[in-house]
């Protein structure tokens, strides 16, 4: 039996997908742990049989449709040895995974980080799902885990956190899917989405992205969170029940259907909703609509700072200041490597020739390189 320890070793499985390589850099690099990595996948990766006997928390990182039976397998094999140990996963559905976890003697917790492997090198401003189901010794190891992935972390259990992913995920993943379709069997009549986009409004700059980000993606993933979710049926069919009431009442087209229409969709959608969501909502929204507008914006450059430390942005601002150069937006992003880049929009008409000799300044002295957008 191994005891919780500050430094624990790290056994992966599935280290060689996109997540698995995503969490053995943050292991490595922000939490100076070893890491051990299995993937199926990959015969130079250590075996089954190594990871259960090295590693003191051993993490699933596998398809969504293979991590039960996998987990299961790995329990048997270990046969007792995982006692005291901590065991995780983090798929995006959890009844399952974590039953079979709790299959084992070690302790159990359940993550489901909501989003794809990000650039940055911490989760920082996204949400973790957190699913505690036997945890005691390796506690203050987990908090100091969740601190370091400076994730916004929300507690669920594994029934509810499915029960709500048929909304958030399923639901969400299988309108924009639907949406594709449309645009699809429509491009011959309107035109390919391609075409479409420059006529766009902000909503439909924003459905077209989701789904682009979608069909860009690992198709698996998506085609196991509405197949591997018990409770996606139900909510699928429902979505596709308001589309039907939908249709129905705009091709009816009277004054009648335009009151049920008011009624159904506008009203009673409203006040479930409620003033303080419906405000906040409202509020981001607009937030990404001026984003969508900078980012749009052609008269831009992006910037690294090699100095990451108070004051460099104040440096890299009188740059621009001395050249006479105007900042009329700037947004700031960090690499999973950690370099800190900043995104600077100029307002129009600032004269090519001052951006130049600012741009010079900026190589010159060493405070920013200019990267590709």
Excluded at 60 to 80: C, D, K, V, W
């Amino acid at each position: 039996m191994s005891e919780p320890t500050q430094r624990p070793r790290i056994g992966i499985v599935g280290s060689a997908g996109a997540y698995g390589r995503w969490l053995r850099t943050f292991f490595e690099t922000r939490m100076g742990l070893e890491v051990i990595g299995h993937d199926p996948a990959d015969p130079a990766s250590a075996g089954e049989d190594g990871l259960l006997e090295q590693a003191d928390v051993l993490l699933f990182s596998a398809p969504i449709r293979r991590t039960p039976a996998l987990i299961e397998r790995y329990a048997q094999q270990s046969a007792g040895r995982e006692a005291g140990r901590l065991w995780l996963d983090v798929t995006s559905v959890k009844a399952a995974p974590v039953a079979a976890m709790l299959g084992s003697k070690a302790e159990v917790v359940g993550l489901h980080p909501m989003t794809a492997p990000p650039k940055s090198p911490t989760l920082k401003g996204r949400v973790l799902v957190v699913c505690e189901a036997r945890l005691s010794s390796w506690r203050p190891w987990l908090e100091s885990l969740l601190a370091a992935l400076e994730a916004e972390c929300v507690r669920a259990t594994p029934e509810r956190h499915d029960r709500v992913m048929a909304l958030v995920q399923a639901m969400v993943h299988a309108s924009h899917l639907a949406q594709a379709g449309v645009l699809r069997e429509q491009a011959g009549l309107a035109g390919t989405l391609a075409e479409l986009l420059p006529l766009r409004s902000v909503s439909f700059e924003m459905d077209a992205a989701v789904a682009a980000r979608i069909l860009s993606l690992n198709p698996a993933i998506y085609e196991d969170i509405q197949f591997g979710n018990p409770h996606a049926p139900e909510v699928l069919r429902a979505l596709a029940a308001q589309l039907v009431r939908m249709a129905a009442l705009v091709g009816q087209g009277d004054e009648a259907a335009r009151a049920g229409f008011r009624a159904e969709f506008l009203d009673a959608n409203r006040d479930a909703f409620g003033g303080s969501v419906l405000a906040a909502g409202n509020y981001t929204y607009e937030r990404l609509g001026y984003l969508l507008a900078d980012l749009a914006d052609t008269h831009t450059l992006g910037i690294h700072l090699p100095e990451d430390r108070p004051g460099s942005l104040r440096s890299l601002l009188h740059v621009f200041e001395r050249h006479g150069v105007n900042i009329a937006s700037l947004h700031s992003s960090r690499t999973q490597a950690g370099e800190l880049h900043f995104r600077l929009g100029f307002s129009g008409g600032t004269p090519a020739a001052r951006l130049a000799d600012a741009v010079a300044e900026l190589a010159r002295s060493g405070i920013g390189r200019v990267v590709p957008d």
